[in-house]
């Protein structure tokens, strides 16, 4: 089966668990392309994890990896990540 395509919004619950604050407004920067946008905004694949593709490039910005209590985080297609408070 093919993996579901979303969007970060989908993720808000996730995201806010692991990192303790509203992610879907923080800003990533794309390694690939260099564009910025609001993690909300980028689209999500859910397969054996998450994926979080560069809505522009369709590089990966970021995958996660649930597995019972551990989660396993790659941030190697984000250049940067502005939290905004
Ligand atoms: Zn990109």
Redesign the pocket.
């Known amino acids: 089966m093919d993996a579901l395509m979303l969007d970060g919004n989908a993720a808000a619950g996730l995201l806010q668990e692991i990192f303790g604050s509203e992610m879907t407004t923080a800003v990533g920067t794309?390694d690939?392309?260099g564009?910025a946008g609001e993690v909300g905004g980028v689209r999500l694949y859910r397969g054996a994890g998450l994926a979080f593709r560069?809505p522009?490039?369709g590089?990966v910005l970021m995958k996660i990896v649930v597995a019972g209590e551990r989660v396993w985080i790659d941030f190697r297609g984000l250049r940067t990540l502005q939290l905004n408070g």
């Open positions: 794309c690939g392309c564009t560069c522009h490039c590089d």
